[in-house]
């Protein structure tokens, strides 16, 4: 079993902060690229960031600049530092990662976390 499961979501102010984190966690034999997407009330799900296990990432364009995303490949875990938050970034932000496990070894599947909900209000 594997599972992902984010943390670090809240009630934020327009203009702030605040940092997500993502663990994987059970019988991971190795995690591949992973990511942050959003899905916003109403709205489809959308492309927040991506970050590969060598590191290289990739932003949404109506991120980049404000986004961070980083992991710990030690720990099995990811993080979504957000800076000058907007209230358009309301979301139920989700943690994806392509794993394989111990039984599959070199075969990896997408996995999807449970979501945190991030409110940008006044």
């Known amino acids: 079993q594997v599972q992902l499961e984010e943390s670090g979501g809240g009630l934020v102010q327009p203009g702030g902060s605040l940092r997500l984190s993502c663990t994987a966690s059970?019988?991971?034999?190795?995690?591949?690229?992973m990511g942050w997407y959003r899905q916003a009330p109403g709205k489809e799900r959308e492309f927040v960031a991506t970050i590969t296990n060598g590191g290289s990432t990739n932003y949404a364009d109506s991120v980049k600049g404000r986004f961070t995303i980083s992991r710990d490949n030690a720990k099995n875990m990811m993080y979504l530092q957000m800076n000058s938050l907007d209230p358009r970034d309301t979301a139920v932000y989700y943690c994806?990662?392509?794993?394989?496990?111990?039984?599959?070894?070199?075969?990896?599947?997408?996995?999807w976390g449970q979501g945190t909900l991030v409110t940008v209000s006044s």
């Open positions: 994806n990662a392509e794993i394989s496990s111990t039984l599959t070894r070199y075969i990896s599947r997408p996995y």
């Open positions: 059970g019988s991971i034999f190795r995690v591949n690229a």
